[in-house]
């Protein structure tokens, strides 16, 4: 058996608890380096995901708890678009990818792992970025860790 080590994801895998706390839910700037937020809007933020599908896939969250788009005001799901072209042109200056999937799973059937707030993913793609690992081994090859991800886009938000 072949083993593929990624220590990083110790930290999440020893503290893994049941939690009423939500993720997006992220209160004051202090510690956003820690949380991989990389920008702060009027009504959203833009943060990095802890497993991501390719390296820079990020999301775009608001910071009111809302669980249906239908929920949200107009202006906050404005902004929220605006941050996700933003996050497109960001992502298109540090990595060129070839193309992006933006989406949001609302619902568990859906497949939303957050079922309670709302977030709209921004995945950078490249022509074979889905291989053998992805389809037979259920792993993903990220090229770059996440504080070196988080160091490249940062700037470019500020």
């Known amino acids: 058996m072949d083993l593929i080590w990624s220590p990083w994801r110790y930290t999440y895998v020893s503290s893994a608890a049941e939690s009423d706390s939500c993720v997006f839910c992220i209160g004051s700037p202090q510690g956003d380096e820690t949380r991989l937020v990389l920008y702060r809007g009027e009504f959203n933020f833009v943060i990095m995901n802890l497993y991501p599908y390719t390296s820079g896939h990020l999301m775009v969250a608001p910071y009111a708890h809302v669980p249906s788009i239908t929920g949200t005001e107009p202006e906050h799901l404005g ?19 070839e193309g992006f999937n933006l989406g949001m799973n609302l619902g568990a059937c859906a497949g939303a792992g957050v079922r309670g707030h709302i977030h709209l993913h921004v995945v950078p793609r490249w022509c074979g970025d889905v291989n053998f690992m992805t389809s037979t081994g259920e792993t993903r090859v990220l090229p770059e860790d996440l504080p070196t991800t988080f160091r490249k886009l940062l700037p470019l938000f500020g």
């Open 79 to 97: 902004e929220l678009f605006a941050l996700a072209r933003r996050s497109v042109e960001v992502l298109e200056t540090v990595y060129r990818p």
